[in-house]
């Protein structure tokens, strides 16, 4: 079994909150690789000496080659109501992610996607397509370096690929992208889900947690990334933490009104 016990942050009798690594699968499919819902369940079955199946539900996903939080709900109870809040835009999902070329400042992207069965993505088309879905995200730019920036989006829709997607089609795919952008194979994708926020789903909490992507690309952000030397948090809990100067760029980019369900379909 894939050894996932450090990237889980928090588990209780209703929920689990886990860091997803890049390149692995949110639930099976036919290829049968390693996903992260199976590992869970693995994980859950061997600490609590489950017999049988081990009901973990899952509520959101992430594409296969982006790492970051997700959460899961350990009982039934706790699945209808996390998905009640993801209907209603009330989980709170931010992104991290590097991308090629220049972006604003600030910029919100209202598209409508369809998917392409030749090219086999995601496509930017008109709103009177039929099949085509409202996909709206903002973004916040934290840094440029090197010809690339980094940046933190936000989603108000949660579409298939909808960040390479909506990011590609402004000329700013993200680094590390084949199918989007000009990637070279075998790079990482920049694309990390670094904020996750809900509320509990029998306690009612608003629970928040961060993780923070390393290695490859992200190196070039490194000092925006880690902890300054004179934090007096843990060394060992780097993945909860912002340097100051990135956290106050992202704290008005918090602030937002969902649009309606209505409008989404």
Excluded at 124 to 139: N, P, Q, R, S, T
Aim: proline letters at 5%; hydrophobic letters at 35%; charged letters at 30%.
């Amino acid at each position: 079994m894939i050894d996932l016990i450090g990237d889980i942050l928090y588990e209780d009798n209703q929920v689990l909150v886990a860091v997803k690594p890049p390149n692995m699968l949110s639930q099976a499919d036919r290829t049968g690789d390693p996903d992260i819902l199976s590992v869970l369940k693995n994980y859950i079955k061997e600490k609590y000496h489950k017999p049988g199946n081990v009901y973990l539900g899952l509520v959101h996903r992430l594409d296969r080659p982006v790492g970051g939080l997700m959460v899961f709900a350990r009982t039934s109870k706790a699945a209808a109501r996390l998905d009640a809040q993801l209907r209603e835009h009330d989980i709170g999902r931010q992104y991290l992610c590097v991308v090629t070329g220049d972006v604003p400042d600030e910029f919100t992207l209202t598209d409508y996607l369809i998917h392409d069965e030749i090219k086999n993505r995601e496509v930017v088309c008109e709103a009177d397509e039929k099949g085509g879905k409202m996909a709206v995200l903002h973004g916040r730019c934290i840094d440029r370096r090197n010809g690339t920036a980094l940046c933190a989006i936000r989603l108000e829709t949660g579409r298939k690929h909808q960040i390479r997607a909506q990011m590609s089609n402004i000329g700013a795919p993200l680094w590390g992208d084949n199918r989007y952008g000009k990637g070279i194979p075998g790079q990482q994708i920049a694309l990390w889900g670094y904020k996750l926020a809900f509320r509990h789903p029998t306690q009612n909490e608003l629970m928040t947690f961060h993780s923070l992507p390393d290695g490859g690309i992200w190196d070039t952000y490194a000092d925006l990334l880690t902890i300054p030397e004179d934090t007096d948090i843990p060394k060992e809990r780097p993945a909860l933490v912002l340097r100051e100067e990135v956290v106050q760029k992202l704290e008005e980019f918090d602030k937002f009104k969902p649009i309606k369900q209505d409008d989404l379909l």
